[in-house]
C-alpha cells in the first residue's frame, strides 16, 4: 500500500507494539500530528509541558513496563530540549526511540528557522541515530532503530526525519519485529561454575543489567542455592526482594556498611550486570586491596566495561539471564551458614537508622517506610536526584522488578515527575510515587500540569528542606560550612500552588501528620502534591568521601 512518511512511521510504530507516545507538537511535525489524529484509537499520545518532561515520561515508562519509549519532538528547540533525556538514558541503558522532525531537506545546512543538527549533537549520547532524507529508507530506519534500541546493552535511538519526508509518498510493506538472539560461551560458564562451587564466602553485587535482561527470578535462585548474601546499586535495587534477609544494602559512596564488610571479607565477589561506576567503587585504585581476599568475578553483557575499572579474576560476558539459567543447572546447592552468620550480625550491629531528640520530628526514613508498609512495597518509585534519591534506596523495601525508576549515571534533577507520569501511563493500576527534594522540584514543577490535564493520579512527595540538600552536606563536610547558593528558602505556598494547578495538595508538618497524610493521599486515586517538610541537617549516611575507600565510610556526622 501507498502511504506518507508520517504513515509509515506510525504503521511502524504498530508494528512495534507502541501504544503510547510522549511528545510536544511543533511545525516541523505537523504532518505526524496530523497522522495522529487519525491514529487516536490505536496510539495514545501523552502531551507535556516540555519537551525535556517527555522524554523522562518515555525513559519511565520503558524502566515500569520493559517496554521501548518513545518520544516526539519538533525541529531546533524541541530537539535539543531531548538531549538531557536522551543522555539519562544512554548512561542507564535504557531503550527508548526519540523521533524528532527537521526543516526540509532542501533548507538542511541553510541556518534555517529552528534547524540544528540534532544528530551531530546527540552522537555521544545515544547508540546510533539516523538522519533519513529519503522516504523509501524510512520504515527500515524505524525498524532498525528499534532493534539497536534493545539489542545487548540497551540505549536511546534518535531518528532525525525532515518535514518534506514526513510528506512524500511510497510503498509500505509491514513486517514483524526482527528477533534477538544471544549466545554465552560455556567454556567461561563452566570456569564461573566451578569458581562458585569452591567458594566459602560468595557474595554477590547486582547492577541494573539484572533487571534490564529480565534476569531477577533467576538471581532469587541463584542467591538461594549458593547461599550468599547480596547487595544491589542503585540502578539494581529492583533486581533483589530488599526485605530479604540476604539483602545487605547498597554499595558505595552512600552504601551500607554491612555491605563495605562483606566486600572486605568475602572470598569470591560475583557481579552481576554492573559497570563497576565511580560512585560503587568510590577510589577505585583502593577498591581492588578492598577486596584483596576476593576473586572478582564479572558477568557483564557489554564487552567494554570489563576490566575497564576494575581487574576481574574471571569473566562471562553475555546476557544474564541467559548465564544465570545456565548456571543454576550447572551448580549444585551449598551451605555458607557461617558466612550467613556473620553477615547477619554486621547487618544487626549496623543498621540504617534516623534519629532525632523531637519526636514530632519529620524523618525521612519515617515517611519512607510508613509509604512501604501502606503499599505493601508495590507501589512505583520515581526519583528526581539528591538526598531524598538515596533515603528511597535506603528506606523503601523494593519487593518487584522496575519499581523504581531514577536517574543513576547522569544524575539529573528534574528527572522524576516526567518519569513518573511514564510509569503511570504504563501502569494505570499501581499507585506512583515521586520523590522529590524542593531543589528538583523547582526544575519540573510544570509537569503537574501534565497530571492536571490527564488526571494521572501520581503523588508528588517533596521532601523540603528549604536547601540543596546534597550539596548543602558536602559543603558542611568539606567546605567549612560555606553554604553558598544552596539556601533556597523560597516563600511558596504549596498548597495554594496545588489548587492553582488544579491538584490536591497536603502539608506533613510533624511525625503525627505522615500516616493519615499518605493513606488519604493514596485513597484520593487523584494526583496529588504533598508537601513534607524536613530539617535541612538531615543527611544521607554512610557516606564515603570522594577519592576515599570504600572501606571507609562516615557513619556519622
Request: some cysteine; glycine content about 8%; overall charge negative.
Amino acid at each position: 500500500m501507498v502511504l506518507n512518511g508520517s504513515q509509515i512511521i506510525l504503521e511502524c510504530l504498530l508494528e512495534q507494539g507502541v501504544d503510547t507516545v510522549f511528545g510536544y507538537p511543533g511545525g516541523a511535525v505537523l504532518n505526524i500530528y496530523d497522522a495522529l489524529y487519525d491514529y487516536s484509537d490505536r496510539i495514545t499520545h501523552i502531551l507535556t509541558s516540555h519537551e525535556q518532561g517527555a522524554s523522562h515520561a518515555a525513559d519511565g515508562y520503558s524502566r515500569s513496563t520493559g517496554k521501548t519509549g518513545v518520544v516526539i519532538a519538533t525541529s531546533g528547540p524541541g530537539a535539543t530540549n531531548l538531549v538531557t533525556g536522551l543522555a539519562t538514558a544512554y548512561m542507564d541503558s535504557i531503550p527508548m526511540v526519540a523521533i524528532t522532525g527537521n526543516v526540509a531537506t532542501s533548507l538542511l545546512g541553510l541556518d534555517s528557522f529552528q534547524e540544528v543538527d540534532i544528530t551531530g549533537i546527540t552522537m555521544p549520547i545515544t547508540k546510533h541515530n539516523y538522519i533519513v532524507k529519503d522516504v523509501t529508507q524510512l520504515a527500515d530506519v524505524i525498524r532498525e532503530a528499534f532493534f539497536i534500541a534493545n539489542d545487548g546493552r540497551k540505549g536511546p535511538v534518535l531518528i532525525d526525519i525532515p518535514k518534506d519526508i514526513t510528506a512524500a509518498k511510497c510503498e509500505y510493506e509491514p513486517q514483524k519485529p526482527k528477533a534477538h538472539s544471544y549466545t554465552v560461551n560455556d567454556d567461561e560458564i563452566e570456569y564461573a561454575a566451578k569458581l562458585i562451587s569452591e567458594a566459602e564466602r560468595p557474595f554477590i553485587y547486582a547492577g541494573g543489567g539484572a533487571v534490564s535482561c529480565d534476569a531477577v527470578d533467576e538471581l532469587a535462585e541463584f542467591a538461594e542455592k549458593i547461599d550468599a548474601p547480596v547487595s544491589l546499586s542503585l540502578m539494581g535495587q529492583c533486581a533483589f526482594d530488599n526485605s530479604s534477609p540476604r539483602y545487605v544494602g547498597m554499595m558505595g559512596m552512600h552504601g551500607t556498611k554491612t555491605a563495605s564488610l562483606a566486600l572486605a571479607e568475602c572470598d569470591l565477589f560475583i557481579v552481576l550486570g554492573s559497570r563497576f561506576s565511580d560512585r560503587v567503587t568510590c577510589d577505585t585504585k583502593s577498591f581492588s586491596g578492598v577486596a584483596k581476599n576476593a576473586k572478582i568475578l564479572h558477568i557483564e553483557i557489554d564487552p567494554a566495561e570489563i576490566n575497564k575499572n576494575v581487574e576481574a579474576y574471571a569473566k562471562v560476558c553475555g546476557n544474564l539471564k541467559l548465564v544465570l539459567e545456565k548456571l543454576n543447572k550447572l551448580i549444585s546447592p551449598a551451605k555458607h551458614g557461617e558466612w550467613m552468620a556473620k553477615v547477619a550480625a554486621w547487618k544487626a550491629k549496623y543498621p540504617l537508622c534516623q534519629v532525632s531528640d523531637d519526636p514530632e520530628a519529620v524523618l525521612p526514613q519515617d515517611v519512607l517506610e510508613v509509604l512501604d508498609e501502606i503499599t505493601h512495597g508495590e507501589a512505583i518509585l520515581s526519583t528526581e536526584v539528591g538526598q531524598h534519591q538515596m533515603w528511597a534506596a535506603e528506606f523503601y523495601n523494593f519487593r518487584k522488578p522496575r519499581h523504581l525508576a531514577t536517574s543513576g549515571g547522569l544524575g539529573t534533577m528534574g528527572y522524576g515527575l516526567g518519569a513518573a507520569i511514564g510509569c503511570k501511563v504504563g501502569n494505570p493500576d499501581k499507585t506512583v510515587v515521586n520523590c522529590a527534594g524542593d531543589g528538583s522540584f523547582y526544575m519540573n514543577m510544570n509537569e503537574l500540569t501534565t497530571l492536571a490535564k490527564y488526571q494521572l493520579p501520581v503523588i508528588e512527595l517533596v521532601f523540603n528542606n528549604s536547601v540543596l540538600g546534597m550539596v548543602r552536606q558536602w559543603q558542611k563536610l568539606f567546605y567549612n560550612n560555606h553554604f553558598s547558593q544552596t539556601t533556597l528558602e523560597k516563600a511558596t505556598d504549596f498548597e495554594l500552588l496545588g489548587k492553582a494547578l488544579g491538584i490536591d495538595a497536603f502539608t506533613i508538618f510533624k511525625k503525627s501528620d505522615i500516616r493519615p497524610v499518605l493513606e488519604k493521599a493514596i485513597a484520593l486515586n487523584k494526583p496529588v502534591l504533598i508537601n513534607c517538610i524536613i530539617d535541612k541537617d538531615i543527611n544521607v549516611l554512610p557516606m564515603v568521601p570522594a577519592g576515599a575507600s570504600i572501606a571507609e565510610p562516615i557513619l556519622d556526622i
